[in-house]
């Protein structure tokens, strides 16, 4: 119903940058808000930044400061601007939404297929 294509991951020496993007499409009437998490071998997968539709954004601490997250609701695209990287970024990215379907009045989430960084020291 919602396809999420995310592109802009890649390996990069630490104190580099990469931008990430995540563009939803499918039978959607509302993007409600969009993000991105990580997931390192052996570890969870954890936030790193939601934005809301209002552009109410939410940041773990340890990217504060050293990431951005933006969005551009003509295009359904959400980016993840990251900079200074760290060799502890290392992580399969995943792009998350949280959308209105068209024709329901429920929210629905839908998860990228997950996109590579790797940060060498």
């Known amino acids: 119903q919602v396809q999420l294509v995310e592109s802009g991951g890649g390996l990069v020496q630490a104190g580099g940058s990469l931008r990430l993007s995540c563009v939803a499409s499918?039978?959607?009437?509302?993007?409600?808000?969009m993000g991105w998490y990580r997931q390192a071998p052996g570890k969870q997968r954890d936030l790193v930044a939601t934005?809301?539709?209002?552009?109410?954004?939410n940041y773990a601490d340890s990217v504060k400061g050293r990431f951005t997250i933006s969005e551009d609701n003509a295009k359904n695209t959400v980016y993840l601007q990251m900079n200074s990287l760290k060799p502890e970024d290392t992580a399969v990215y995943y792009c998350?939404?949280?959308?209105?379907?068209?024709?329901?009045?429920?929210?629905?989430?839908?998860w990228g297929q997950g996109t590579q960084v790797t940060v060498t020291s």
């Open positions: 499918g039978n959607i009437f509302s993007i409600n808000a």
């Open positions: 998350n939404v949280r959308v209105t379907l068209a024709g329901s009045d429920a929210d629905y989430t839908f």
């Open positions: 934005i809301t539709s209002a552009g109410r954004e």
